[in-house]
C-alpha cells in the first residue's frame, strides 16, 4: 500500500480514519440549528404606522442682550 512499510501502513490508516471522522463530526455539527434567534422582520411600513410623527418643538423666545450702563 503506496510503498509504506507495516507500521507506516497502520499509522496512515489511522490517521486516515481519524480525519474521516472529524470529517463526518463537523457535518453533522453543521447542520445542527444555531442557538441564535433570528430577528423577527419589521416592515417599513409597520415602522411608520407605530408611532405618531413628533410635536415640532415651539422656538425659544429671543432674549435681546441690554446694553452695560456707562461706569462714571
Known amino acids: 500500500m503506496l510503498g509504506l512499510n507495516k507500521r507506516e501502513g497502520r499509522i496512515f490508516r489511522y ?3 481519524g480525519h ?3 470529517a ?8 445542527l ?18 408611532t405618531p410623527s413628533p410635536t415640532p418643538i415651539p422656538p425659544l423666545p ?9 461706569k462714571p
Open 20 to 22: 474521516g471522522g472529524l
Open 62 to 70: 429671543q432674549v435681546t442682550p441690554q446694553p452695560t450702563p456707562p
Open 33 to 50: 440549528p444555531s442557538c441564535e434567534e433570528d430577528p423577527e422582520v419589521v416592515h417599513v411600513f409597520e415602522l411608520s404606522a407605530a
Open 24 to 31: 463526518c463530526l463537523l457535518f453533522v455539527f453543521g447542520l
Open 15 to 17: 490517521a486516515l480514519v
